[in-house]
């Protein structure tokens, strides 16, 4: 149950510009919100409509996965 109200938690602040994962496996970014599916970016000009409840977790940024390890501490 708490991993449920987590990831409705989740689901509420996820907003267009947000990297995501889906339970498929997919990465890409959200850029538009609907009601109750996301429009997800996974190319450039490749936009896919998910269903919210598919979304699996928000994912790091790219800058974050850029940084050495000791630079992600700080």
Known sequence: ?????LHQKLLKE??????VMT???LFGTISQVKT???VVEIAK????E???SNVEVR?????AKDKPADEKKL
């Open 1 to 5: 149950m708490k991993r449920n109200k």
């Open 14 to 19: 996820l907003k267009p510009g947000d990297e």
């Open 23 to 25: 339970t498929g496996g």
């Open 36 to 38: 109750d599916r996301f």
């Open 45 to 48: 000009g490749i936009r896919i």
């Open 50 to 52: 998910v269903n919210r």
């Open 59 to 63: 994912a790091p940024s790219a800058e």
